[in-house]
Nanobody
């Protein structure tokens, strides 16, 4: 069974930091671009960041540039999202997924991890 398990979320004050992880089991995603996405209450899921298979290519949505850093460890089949200078508007459930042609592969969504930033 293929699973992506996100972890590392929590409650943090504005300006604080969290490090999310996304561990894959059942298969390897080392050849895929991997992405982080988030969904806030009442809003659609949105793209946050992605990283190429080698880890050299990264992309970020404008609102997190300079604050979030995506990385990966293919040996551990894990993707990370370091989030610094958190803002209340970063509050959401965060998900990871493999990507193809610029879009998430929807069949791999996990349960996500909740990030709550208090003001």
């Amino acid at each position: 069974q293929v699973q992506l398990v996100e972890a590392g979320g929590g409650l943090v004050q504005a300006g604080g930091s969290l490090r999310l992880s996304c561990a894959a089991s059942g298969r390897t995603f080392s050849s895929y671009r991997m992405g982080w996405f988030r969904q806030a209450p009442g809003k659609e899921r949105e793209f946050v960041a992605s990283i190429g298979s080698s880890g050299l290519s990264t992309r970020y949505t404008d609102s997190v540039k300079g604050r979030f850093t995506i990385s990966r460890d293919n040996a551990k089949n894990t993707v990370y999202l370091q989030m610094n200078a958190l803002k209340p508007e970063d509050t959401a459930v965060y998900y990871c997924a493999p990507m193809l042609a610029g879009k998430a592969l929807n069949s791999y969504w996990g349960q996500g991890t909740q990030v709550t930033v208090s003001s």
